[in-house]
């Protein structure tokens, strides 16, 4: 790993809370020196996430009038978490739509909302294929459903999760709301004529 490219430096972070609510008004911060290539409309990921608050806040409803005659403590408990769940998705959603993929002249960086943050060096890139290699420890970067294509590593790299997670991975499912965009600039830079 050690002959690997450095990251360039991260774009600036912010809590949950902020980006749950100051989230809302803001334009994506788009590339921060690299090339952006978001990925937080793919799959219709903003109507699923209305339909997922919906159905959360039905079921907080719920739970909460069933609970509160019997244990008004876990009524109030189960509500609480509800809706830090709540605040969570909406936060995930906006930090996703802040910080988008970038490719840059090293390598590709690979926010995905607040859940997982790599850095892809293009000389740590082995194969960028179609289908999924045999890989059990794969890790898919996207929001919802299944990647568009896999990035085979030459060596397993530190992928960043929540909470200080840190998972070593050769296999990175990759999404983008433009895949064929991302995919095609991402094997231009591997081949060495990515440069403009």
């Known amino acids: 790993m050690g002959g690997h490219a450095p990251a360039p430096v991260d774009p600036e972070r912010r809590s949950?809370?902020?980006?749950?609510?100051?989230?809302?008004?803001?334009p994506p911060h788009g590339s921060r020196g690299g090339e952006a290539y978001p990925l937080h409309t793919r799959g219709a990921y903003p109507a699923i996430l209305g339909a997922l608050m919906m159905v959360l806040l039905a079921e907080t409803l719920a739970v909460h009038?069933?609970?509160?005659?019997?244990?008004?403590?876990?009524?109030?408990?189960?509500?609480?978490?509800?809706?830090?769940?709540?605040v969570w998705l909406?936060?995930?959603?906006h930090a996703a739509r802040w910080h988008p993929?970038?490719?840059?002249?090293?390598?590709?960086r690979v926010p995905v909302g607040l859940r997982w943050r790599a850095w892809i060096p293009w000389t740590a890139v082995a194969d960028?294929?179609?289908?999924?290699?045999d890989d059990e420890d794969a890790l898919h970067l996207?929001?919802?459903?299944?990647?568009?294509?896999?990035?085979?590593?030459?060596?397993?790299?530190?992928?960043?999760?929540?909470?200080g997670i840190t998972?070593?991975?050769?296999?990175?499912?990759i999404g983008a709301d433009d895949p064929q965009a991302l995919r095609t600039r991402m094997e231009a830079w591997v081949a060495g004529s990515g440069s403009p």
């Open 16 to 26: 949950t809370l902020w980006y749950a609510t100051a989230g809302w008004g803001h």
């Open 142 to 163: 996207v929001l919802s459903g299944s990647p568009d294509f896999w990035v085979e590593l030459r060596e397993p790299l530190p992928v960043r999760g929540p909470m």
């Open 167 to 173: 998972k070593e991975v050769r296999t990175l499912g």
């Open 128 to 133: 960028i294929r179609s289908h999924r290699p």
């Open 65 to 86: 009038l069933f609970l509160q005659e019997r244990w008004p403590w876990a009524a109030w408990a189960a509500t609480l978490l509800s809706v830090y769940s709540a």
């Open 101 to 108: 993929p970038t490719v840059h002249d090293v390598g590709l």
């Open 90 to 93: 909406v936060a995930d959603y």
